[in-house]
C-alpha cells in the first residue's frame, strides 16, 4: 500500500512497483482512508509519506496506530525531511525503514525489498546521524537541535567562520550568530570554546 496525497507519487510508486513485480498496490491519499485500507486489506508492505497538506507530520500517527493494529506490520517511511531527530521518531513508531522521496529509483526498490523482508533501511549518511545522536543522548540533549542547527555545529567543528557557514546554508550573517548563540544555550556550553570542542566532535562523525 502506498500512502501519498500527491498524484504524480502514487503514478511513479506504480510503475516502480511494476518494474519490481508487485501484483496489486493499494493506494490512499490520507490517514484516515490509509488505515481503513490497511484494516481491510492487510497489505504485506506499507509505504507512507510523513507529511499530508494541513496536517503535519500525521504519517507518524498513521504508523503509530498501523503497529498497533498489526504488530508485525512491514512499513516504510517516506519524506523530503532528512532531519534526523524526525527519523529517529519514524523508527520509535515502528517503521522498518525509511527513505528520502529524491531517492534514486534502484535504492528505493532495495529499501522496499528489505522492509518486505522484515529487515531494517536506512540510507548510511542517515544511519550515521541517528547513531551520533543516540551516542550523544547520554550526555548532551542533541536531539534538542533542529536539523538546520545541527548543521551549523557541525560546519563550525569544521572550521567553518560564520559568513562562510551563511554562505554554505543560504542565510545571513546575523542568523548564523542567533544560532550559535541558540546552540549554546541548548547544549548548556557557557563559551564558545567548549562549543568549538562539542563542534569538533561532532564533525568528525560527518564525511
Known sequence: ????????????????????????????????AAYRTFHRHRPGVVVTDLSFRDDGLSGLSLIRRIRAL???ARILALSMHRDPV???????CGALGFVLKDTPAAAFLEALEAVANGRSYLPHDIAIEIAMLNAGAHDLPLANLSSREMQILVLIGKGKPYDEIAEILT????????????LRSKLGV???AELMQIAASQA???P
Open 1 to 32: 500500500m502506498i500512502v501519498d496525497d500527491h498524484p504524480i507519487v502514487l503514478q511513479g510508486f506504480r510503475l516502480l512497483a511494476e518494474e519490481a513485480g508487485i501484483a496489486r498496490v493499494h493506494e490512499a491519499r490520507d490517514i484516515v
Open 70 to 72: 498489526e504488530p508485525e
Open 86 to 92: 524526525i527519523v529517529a521518531r519514524v523508527l520509535e
Open 171 to 182: 542565510l545571513n550573517y546575523r542568523s548564523v550568530v542567533n544560532a550559535t548563540a541558540t
Open 190 to 192: 557557557g563559551s564558545m
Open 204 to 206: 568528525r562523525t560527518r
